[in-house]
């Protein structure tokens, strides 16, 4: 793309779509885990973003819903929020540290179709 003003009325999920073309095998985010860094590509940040998304869609979330995702700063969140975006679903971060009767407050007032937690301790807060 030789005009790259166009990619202002991109959304996320487009923006994501076309950096992978432009340069899939590139790194595009680390982590580091248990003093090992680990490197996601755009192609690896696509793969589980579409995984997501198809895995949203089968079990039924569909454009319009909204999700809250509890948990870590972590990568996987950060692909189920570009997930359920890529499917006309809107994701609501809430903090790994939140109280359970915050998570409840925010639950209600978001009116949420599904939660999704990042590990047991989340889940058990709900």
């Known amino acids: 793309m030789k005009d ?4 202002l009325n991109f959304t996320i999920p487009q923006l994501l779509r076309w950096r992978v073309k432009e340069t899939g095998a590139k790194v595009a985010l680390r982590e580091k885990d248990f003093g090992y860094w680990n490197n996601y590509t755009w192609n690896d940040f696509y793969d589980y973003v579409r995984k997501i998304a198809l895995g949203l869609e089968k079990v039924g979330v569909k454009k319009g819903d909204k ?3 509890i948990g870590d700063n972590i990568p996987e969140m950060l692909f189920m929020a570009i997930g359920a975006q890529s499917i006309g679903a809107v994701s609501a971060g809430i903090y790994q540290t939140t109280l359970p009767d915050e998570i409840a407050d925010l639950i209600t007032y978001m009116d949420v179709t599904a939660v999704f937690c990042n590990d047991q301790e989340q889940v058990d807060k709900l």
Not at 4 to 7: F, G, I, N
């Open 4 to 7: 790259k003003s166009q990619l």
């Open 67 to 69: 999700l809250a995702l």
